[in-house]
């Protein structure tokens, strides 16, 4: 779908929390920012008002003006700290964790606790910017989606 008003942001789509804690990423997401291609993706808190986490790849964060991130927080960069842990930075918190051939991610009980999420939540897919894409849970726009339920593509 694209965006909900005039130079409102672009929406991907919807996704709902499984009960195994799968987020499936709508797959115009997925093919605009490759993240499947390295098998492992970085999620970082969303905003206070949008919620949800981040989705990027170090193939777009690292040369981006925000790569000083993995550069500080080598445990991300290196995919050393365990898949899902949190750590702090400036902030907002960061982790990684693998994505699958069919583009879905597991949030662990641990993830949704720490994001404030749980199964059956509705996310949604908004492009943030060149270097992550959003998995909303709140806020203004999850409430504007609802006037536009029939045509946002449900994952």
Known sequence: ?????????????????????????????????????EGKVYLFTGSRSTGGFCVTRRGLLEPSR??????????????????GEFLPYKGRSYCWTEISQEGALILTPEMMDFLHLGTGMRLLSIRSSDIAFTMGAKGPLLERAECFAGDIPQF
């Not at 942001?9 to 993240?35: D, L, M, N």
């Not at 290196?78 to 898949?83: C, D, E, K, L, Q």
């Open 66 to 83: 925000l790569g000083h991130i993995l550069r500080e927080t080598p445990a991300l960069l290196h995919y050393t700290s365990r898949p």
């Open 1 to 37: 779908m694209p965006q909900m008003n005039k130079g409102g942001k672009f929406i991907f789509g919807q996704s709902c929390i499984g009960s195994g804690g799968e987020v499936v990423i709508p797959a115009q997401a997925v093919g605009e920012y490759q993240i499947m291609c």
